[in-house]
Structures are given as C-alpha cells and as structure tokens.
C-alpha cells in the first residue's frame, strides 16, 4: 500500500489521479500526521491483503483522539460522489476550489472524487494560510463548488469582509457546526451560490445526510440519509448503516472490517424523527470538533496532569463565534511557575484549537457520587470561579 | 520598554503561548511553531484590538515575524 503525503500532492496535484488509476492501494496523510510515520507503518501492516487493491486510506482521530486509518473502496466513493451530484444540484459546477487539506475525507470524497468522476477542474489552495492566494482563487472561479467548515465562516468574513465571489454557484459546509447564523453573510460573499449542509463521519467515507440551508430553520437539522444509507439512534447515540461506507478501520493496533449489515457509531448524539429528519443533539462523549479538528478532552486532561498535580477537569462550553470550546478547571489555584508549566505544555503538545478557551481555578471540584466530576455543577461553579488565563483573541 | 512595545509583547505572549524569556523583537513565524493560520488571523483581530489599526489579509499573511509587524505599525504612525 502506498503512501502519499499531502505535501507531495501540493507539489504534483496529477499524482492523485495516477493513484486512482493504478490498481494499488493507497494512504493519503496529512502533512502533520500527529501519529507519525511509524504509526502509520504499523497501521498499514494490519491491513489484509483484500484491501491491497482498488482501494485508499485516510487518517483521522479515533474516538479518545487517538490516529485511526480509515481504508474505503473507490467504486463506493465514486458512487457516493453521484449521489453526493445529485443531492447537491452539482451539475452547473464546471471547478472546484479545495480550502480544506486533501486528506480530510470530506474533501478528498465531495470535492476531488467528484471532480475526477465528473470530470470537472479541481482547483488547490493553501486554504486560508494563504488567504490573498485563496482570495484570487476565489474572484477567478467560474461555476465553482466550494467546500468549507463552519470554523472558517469567521475567518473569511475577517479576512475578506467586503469581498463577494460570484463565480462560487454551490458551498457545501460539513465536518462542524453548520453556520445558519451567517446565512445571510455568505449570502452576501456568495450571492450565486446555493448552500448545502453536509453531515457524516470518516467511516461513512464520508457522507450520510445532506440538506439545502433553506430546508430547515436550525444548525442541528441535518436533514434526512442519502439512499443506500439508513441513521438511527439507540440511546440517544446515532449510528448508520451505507453502502457507500469505509471497509476497515485500523484503531489501537486492530483491524476492524466493516461488514455492510453492521450499524456504526457516528460519534455524535442525535435523534431521528418519524420523517427521517436527523437532528443532532451534541457529541458523544468527550470528543468534539474545534475549527474542524477533533478535540480529545480525556487526552488534554492526561497531559495537563503530567505536569499539574492538583486536580483538573474540562467542561464545554461556546467561544464568541458560537463554536465548541473547553475550559479547563484546576483546584486548588495554581501559582504563577505551575501555570507557565501548564502553558508551555498545551503550546507544545497541541496546535490551537485543543487549547482550552479559559484556565480557571475553583476551591473544590464538585463531583459526583462516582467520583467523577460533576461537570454540569462545575460550569454553574465556574461562573464564580477564578480565571488565570484566557485567549484573548 | 515604551508603552507599545510593551503592549505588542503582550499580545504575542499571549496568542503563541510563549514562556518567560521566549520573546523576541526579532522572533520570526519559524522559531514558533504555534503561530499557524489561525495565529495570524488572531494576531490581526489582536493588533485591530490593541492599536486600532485593521489589517489587511494580505498584510496579516505577509507577516514572517515580530519585526514585520512593527514595520507595518510604524507605517500607521505608532512608535515603537
């Protein structure tokens, strides 16, 4: 099974459609796999050899933010990007620009299987990392198809307040909060473009249900299943059964086949209506999405324990923007040298988004009878709480 | 240290992370790997906030280290 870097890609976009071309197997990382290479290594070794063929491997985090490979079948995505066409009203889409790494499944399937299957131009950008670069490639599409996280509606309105991209004729939104607040803003950035939300996981490689922003009033209306793909909830937990699903998932060291009659986990909390209408409820867990990064609270608490000795706890709450965020609770109050400590660790051992909105400190961490916790009385608490440090900006 | 200087430590202090005597006026985007993407757009909300000064996109991704934001600022009359 080969592997490909996305830096690679950068340098050779065609190198992806030589990979689909030839009969290996390949893996598509992520030019900061936080997993490393000889994680990945070992991950590929645990794939069975009726996966060497016709089909291609994707990174993502794994339910306590752990790496995890996603492998899925070619013919299933290429038949999930016609249903993907024919939900979306695709077919004015002569281009599409990529703001999001290739390796996000959300991507690699909407965006460039689509634009090989239909053989339409697929544009690269740095994303916003280079936003006059990503500007240009915006003002210059023509009949283009975007696909975008909610987390970069604010940064696109900051970097580009007064700009407008008539080119762009459909925006797809997927892998966090849907923005249905800024509705009219994009409407305004985007005055040709008719705008979709998308919702799935990376073993739906990736896509489950899909709905036009005008169909329903709220963020958490993710509309009905695609066909072939049926969601249901059991406790409050949605789970999904596709035809178009990833076939294995390599996590913790094991190899796990996807057969089609299983219903998987999708990691979020939800309910479905008598109608099929999908509603999400929160995240399953302990793990959400940050500007579209999968936030592990359990792995940030682990590693501020390893240097802070009191006790600790996150809760969740919102930042300004209405984005998911956590706070970090400490007792007793840490000194000013424990503080830098806790600093110094959450720079280097993770990018932006796992950093916690707040520090802050109470006497007593409330718990409850298991011992754990209580984290519903610890956000109540943390409204009187001390606050040591906060992101500003 | 003047009044801005002191106010541009600051605000870089606290969007990289940085630890006692990890600031430079002379740092640059490539000694810190936490000033990524989202860094420079929070630096630029930082700046806005701090010296009332907006800046551009293009301006905020140019931005290769401390001494090119003060060149920018020094541009807007503000003295370092």
């Known amino acids: 099974m080969k592997v490909v870097h996305e830096a690679e890609v950068d340098r050779d976009p065609a190198q992806v459609t030589r990979l689909w071309a030839a009969s290996e197997s390949f893996v598509l990382a992520p030019t900061r796999a936080g997993s490393g290479r000889s994680w990945l290594t070992h991950a590929i070794a645990l794939v069975p050899e009726s996966h060497g063929q016709r089909h291609f491997g994707l990174l993502t985090s794994g339910s306590a933010g752990d790496p995890k490979l996603v492998i899925g079948s070619r013919a299933r995505a290429e038949a999930l990007a016609e249903v993907i066409h024919e939900r979306q009203d695709n077919d004015p889409a002569r281009q599409t620009i990529c703001l999001l790494p290739l390796s996000y499944s959300y991507a690699f399937v909407n965006q460039w299987v689509w634009s090989h299957r239909f053989g339409r131009r697929f544009v690269t950008t740095a994303g916003f990392s280079d936003p006059a670069g990503t500007r240009a490639a915006l003002e210059a599409a023509r009949d283009a198809m975007v696909c975008m996280v909610g987390a970069q509606v604010p940064l696109l309105l900051q970097l580009f307040p007064t700009a407008t991209f008539p080119g762009v004729v459909r925006l797809h939104f997927a892998g966090a909060r849907f923005p249905q607040e800024r509705l009219e803003d994009l409407a305004r950035a985007f005055p040709n473009a008719k705008v979709f939300n998308n919702y799935g996981c990376a073993e739906a490689m990736p896509r489950l249900t899909i709905r036009g922003a005008w169909e329903a009033p709220a963020a958490q209306d993710v509309g009905k299943a695609l066909p072939g793909i049926s969601v249901r909830a059991r406790d409050d937990v949605l789970q999904f059964r596709s035809v178009y699903s990833a076939t294995l998932v390599v996590e913790n060291g094991v190899a796990h086949a996807i057969p089609g009659e299983e219903w998987i986990p999708t990691g979020d909390l939800g309910q479905v209506a008598a109608d099929g209408t999908v509603l999400l409820t929160g995240r399953a867990s302990e793990v959400y999405k940050r500007f579209g990064e999968k936030i592990s609270l359990p792995q940030v608490q682990t590693a501020v324990q390893g240097v802070w000795k009191g006790h600790a706890a996150l809760y969740r709450t919102t930042d300004e923007m209405g984005e998911g965020a956590h706070v970090l609770v400490l007792a007793p109050a840490p000194d000013d040298k424990e503080l830098k400590g806790i600093l110094a660790l959450l720079r280097a051992s993770f990018a932006r988004p796992h950093w916690p909105l707040r520090i802050e400190s109470v006497g007593t961490l409330p718990l409850l009878p298991n011992g754990k916790p209580d984290l519903r009385r610890l956000a109540d608490t943390a409204r009187r709480s001390t606050v040591h440090w906060a992101q500003r900006y | ?80």
Request: hydrophobic share 50%; no cysteine; charged share 30%.
């Open chain 2, 1 to 80: 240290m003047n009044e801005n200087r002191e106010k541009l430590r600051s605000l870089l202090t606290d969007v990289l992370l940085l630890g006692d005597g990890e600031f430079r006026f002379d740092l640059k985007r490539t000694d810190v790997d936490a000033w990524d993407s989202l860094a420079v757009v929070s630096i630029a909300v930082g700046v806005e906030e701090t010296f009332q000064y907006h800046m551009s996109a293009e301006e905020a991704a140019a931005v290769q280290g401390v001494a090119d934001l003060m060149k920018i600022l020094e541009g807007q009359a503000i003295r370092f």
